[in-house]
């Protein structure tokens, strides 16, 4: 690889897959790692008797931290890129892996979970930078592979933490400060090539970037406006599965803990496999019909899982995660194009904003259930997906945009 990452300037299309197949397994690594937090609580909720709602904090210290200061790290590597930020950001995860490992008290998690969330918040919006530099054009396949790789990785914390971490306890989260030390060498190398391009020097934005925009400024308005909602959506609704899913199959269907993080695995797995076709398909048929079934298309499914019994549950997940999970790599591309020039910014906005629906869901959500229960948050999230009708707002980007 490293030949290839060396010579990216006259092997275009060999090293653009290299390139593009190696950030999307550091997304991997990241995720995963990341994914270690809420695959754990139930054991911090017993070890540190905690409530739903404290849990809820933890995951809205973690996701907040990095919706913060995604949109800021965006904003400024746009003017200022910093071609060594990835191993840097990988640096922080690793120091939060083993805060939590360590950690004797509900402080130290929440410290934890902000270092965690700093490393997310400098990784997403710079790597997201690197896959579109990699694509060759074809940016929603270049957005797909790069997200479907955190998604993998987010599918694989839960087994991970079932096979590994629960059997010999929260201290053995420190083991994975190997993973991040690796990933840490992958994105140095990465970072060379990123600087190899010269875009580490001059910066994604052009002259007249910040006129480009195929629409008037009121009509991009509105569109990212559009957009938020449909990320609104479905980050509340995710934060339902990835924060009180393990809850929900204990106390409903009585299964042990590892139990329920496999078919928390197959839930993100699905979701995983449902990303690699968003993106393609935007690129082929408009990123606006993607966004459109993407959303709205769970809703029956949502409605419907409240109700099913265990085995109905897994696979209505499974269709939820595999619908739901398209929207984001189209959602991403689309506003890329809408607001051309500015790829940090908008990545680091909709990464960002994402985490951050995810934290506030996750400590409203804890409310929710700590006063109601658990079924009755699934029973108000289902209703979520009906906010996908306002990408019927959405103008027809691909009939406008020129070339970026």
């Known amino acids: 690889m490293a030949e290839s990452v060396v010579t990216a300037g006259t092997r275009r299309e060999r090293t653009t897959f290299a390139v593009l197949g190696a950030i999307s397994f550091c997304h991997l690594l990241n995720d995963m790692m990341q994914s270690l937090l809420p695959a754990i609580y139930p054991l ?6 905690l409530s739903f709602g404290q849990i809820g904090l933890l995951t809205l210290t973690y996701q907040f931290t990095a919706s913060m200061l995604q949109p800021i790290v965006g904003l400024f590597t746009d003017k200022r890129p910093q071609a060594y930020s990835l191993p840097f950001s990988m640096g922080s995860t690793l120091i939060g892996l083993v805060v939590v490992a360590l950690a004797g008290s509900y402080l130290m998690l929440i ?36 997200q479907v790789g955190g998604n993998f990785g987010q599918s694989l914390g839960p087994l991970v933490a079932a096979f590994v971490i629960v059997p010999r ?18 994105l140095t190398i990465l970072s060379q090539w990123y600087k190899g391009t010269g875009e580490a020097h001059r910066g994604t934005r052009k002259p007249g970037a910040d006129v480009a925009s195929p629409f008037p400024a009121s009509t991009v308005r509105r569109a990212i406006a559009v957009l938020i909602a449909l990320i609104f959506s479905k980050y509340f609704y995710l934060a339902s599965i990835t924060s009180y899913y393990l809850f929900y199959l204990q106390r409903h269907f009585g299964l042990s803990t590892a139990q329920a993080q496999i078919y928390l ?50 696979i209505l997940s499974m269709l939820i995660g595999l619908i739901l999970s398209s929207a984001f790599a189209a959602i991403v591309v689309y506003a890329q194009e809408l607001m051309p020039g500015r790829v940090g910014a908008v990545s680091g906005l909709f990464f ?17 259930a700590d006063r109601t229960s658990i079924e009755f948050v699934y029973e108000v999230c289902a209703f979520l997906p009906a906010i996908g009708l306002l990408a019927a707002f959405l103008p027809n980007i691909e009939r406008r945009a020129s070339p970026t």
């Open 265 to 314: 695995f197959v839930f993100l797995a699905s979701a995983a496999a449902g990303t690699i076709a968003g993106g393609p398909i935007g690129d082929r048929i408009g990123r606006k019909p993607v966004i459109w079934a993407s959303i709205l298309g769970v809703l029956p499914f949502t409605l419907a899982l409240p109700h099913v019994g265990l085995a109905g549950t897994v």
């Open 169 to 186: 306890g929260q201290e053995s989260m420190a083991w994975f400060a190997l993973v991040a030390l690796g990933g840490m060498a992958i």
């Open 44 to 49: 911090l909720k017993g070890g540190f008797d």
């Open 352 to 368: 960002g904003f994402a985490f951050g629906m995810g934290g506030i869901g996750a400590a409203v959500l804890g409310w929710l």
């Open 111 to 146: 410290l934890g979970a902000a270092l965690l969330g700093v490393g997310s918040s400098i990784f997403h919006p710079e790597s997201s930078r690197i896959a579109r530099l990699a694509s060759g054009g074809q940016h929603g396949l270049a957005q797909s592979l790069f």
